[in-house]
């Protein structure tokens, strides 16, 4: 049986921030619950909702609220996190998960129950794999509790590295002293950091040498204290590499792997480190894996489609996948399975 609610917002800046430009959060909110809203003075009126949407509307409008009376100006894109990661019981998923960066353009969020769970994995682990397709928030997310922790002072530096793995051009060739031959590996890296901070904060950080760019084959022998250590695109890495990297953790430091098992560039017959690894630290204690799939994709909807439409065209990808343990250790550490490829 449909249910009418009517919320009476008596501050009217709340009710402008909870409406949003244009009512945009409104509309968000319809099409992700169905029903339809309306206003009228200091009233929102929403009409077409079952019992459980109109549970699920209530949860949303009360955490807006408390969203802006907290000083925040929620956007479609927050509401739109919310709706996915709402349930009926009360719970917020997203309260302990959001990234505040001092200095940066704004808050950063997780757009599913997935990536939500792998920020708290890389709070609550020194050592946080996350594996998952294109466009997942991997690298984004990463980066985000990197500039947080390094910049709130929490750790002194941050260390980017990845493999290089050449294609028909040998890194030596390239012109320029180290930091030049390596930046164009790690663009995707600084991409990110982009979108997060000002271009004077991150030049600024280059200068005092608290952000450290490396090539992965230069971390042998290194002690790495005190600071967040991100291993970009592991898979691929050999199984020598990956051990490599993860025995340079220091005291005080913490460490993200991300990585594509859909995506090896290794010769043939070289197995990958991050599958390896995948199968041999699942049960480790202080180690977590976060698995994201096609469901937590956020860069464009059309990714998704072209992530199945790959994965059904090469059905030989699936024994790779399934070798690193995705789908027992997704369930094994509680995480949201909504999709899987």
Same mark, same amino acid.
């Given at each position: 049986?449909?249910?009418?609610?009517?919320?009476?917002?008596?501050?009217?800046?709340?009710?402008?921030?909870?409406?949003?430009?244009?009512?945009?959060?409104?509309?968000?909110?319809?099409?992700?619950?169905?029903?339809?809203?309306?206003?009228?003075?200091?009233?929102?009126?929403?009409?077409?909702?079952?019992?459980?949407?109109?549970?699920?509307?209530?949860?949303?409008?009360?955490? #807006?609220?408390?969203?802006?009376?907290?000083?925040?100006?929620?956007?479609?894109?927050?509401?739109?996190?919310?709706?996915?990661?709402?349930?009926?019981?009360?719970?917020?998923?997203?309260?302990?998960?959001?990234?505040?960066?001092?200095?940066?353009?704004?808050?950063?969020?997780?757009?599913?129950?997935?990536?939500?769970?792998?920020?708290?994995?890389?709070?609550?682990?020194?050592?946080?794999?996350?594996?998952?397709?294109?466009?997942?928030?991997?690298?984004?997310?990463?980066?985000?509790?990197?500039?947080?922790?390094?910049?709130?002072?929490?750790?002194?530096? #941050?260390?980017?590295?990845?493999?290089?793995?050449?294609?028909?051009?040998?890194?030596?060739?390239?012109?320029?002293?180290?930091?030049?031959?390596?930046?164009?590996?790690?663009?995707?890296?600084?991409?990110?950091?982009?979108?997060?901070?000002?271009?004077?904060?991150?030049?600024?950080?280059?200068?005092?040498?608290?952000?450290?760019?490396?090539?992965?084959?230069?971390?042998?022998?290194?002690?790495?204290?005190?600071?967040?250590?991100?291993?970009?695109?592991?898979?691929?890495?050999?199984?020598?590499?990956?051990?490599?990297?993860?025995?340079?953790?220091?005291?005080?430091?913490?460490?993200?792997?991300?990585?594509?098992?859909?995506?090896?560039?290794?010769?043939?017959?070289?197995?990958?480190?991050?599958?390896?690894?995948?199968?041999?630290?699942?049960?480790?204690?202080?180690?977590?894996?976060?698995?994201?799939?096609?469901?937590?994709?956020?860069?464009?909807?059309?990714?998704?489609?072209?992530?199945?439409?790959?994965?059904?065209?090469?059905?030989?990808?699936?024994?790779?996948?399934?070798?690193?343990?995705?789908?027992?250790?997704?369930?094994?550490?509680?995480?949201?399975?909504?999709?899987?490829?």
């Amino acid at each position: 049986m449909d249910e009418s609610i009517t919320i009476v917002l008596d501050d009217q800046k709340v009710l402008s921030a909870v409406c949003g430009a244009n009512d945009g959060n409104l509309r968000v909110i319809e099409h992700s619950l169905g029903g339809r809203i309306a206003t009228r003075g200091n009233q929102l009126r929403v009409e077409g909702l079952d019992a459980s949407g109109s549970r699920r509307f209530r949860v949303m409008m009360e955490r #807006l609220i408390n969203s802006v009376e907290q000083g925040e100006s929620p956007s479609p894109d927050f509401v739109k996190a919310l709706a996915k990661t709402s349930g009926e019981d009360g719970e917020d998923p997203l309260r302990d998960a959001m990234i505040y960066i001092p200095h940066g353009f704004g808050k950063v969020f997780p757009r599913s129950l997935n990536q939500a769970a792998y920020i708290r994995g890389m709070r609550s682990c020194d050592i946080c794999f996350c594996v998952g397709p294109a466009g997942t928030g991997k690298t984004y997310l990463a980066i985000a509790e990197a500039l947080r922790l390094v910049l709130s002072k929490k750790l002194r530096k #941050l260390v980017l590295t990845r493999p290089v793995v050449e294609a028909g051009e040998s890194l030596g060739y390239l012109p320029g002293d180290l930091a030049q031959k390596i930046s164009p590996y790690l663009r995707p890296l600084y991409d990110a950091m982009e979108a997060l901070v000002p271009y004077e904060i991150i030049r600024r950080m280059e200068e005092s040498r608290t952000i450290e760019i490396a090539p992965l084959a230069y971390m042998r022998g290194r002690s790495l204290n005190d600071c967040m250590v991100i291993l970009d695109e592991a898979q691929n890495t050999t199984k020598e590499q990956l051990k490599m990297f993860l025995t340079r953790i220091g005291e005080g430091a913490r460490a993200v792997v991300t990585g594509d098992v859909t995506q090896i560039d290794l010769p043939r017959r070289v197995d990958s480190g991050l599958l390896h690894a995948a199968s041999i630290l699942t049960e480790v204690e202080g180690v977590y894996f976060s698995w994201l799939s096609t469901a937590d994709v956020v860069r464009n909807p059309l990714i998704k489609k072209i992530i199945r439409a790959y994965a059904a065209a090469s059905p030989q990808a699936s024994p790779a996948i399934s070798a690193s343990g995705i789908s027992a250790a997704g369930r094994a550490e509680g995480t949201h399975d909504e999709e899987r490829p």
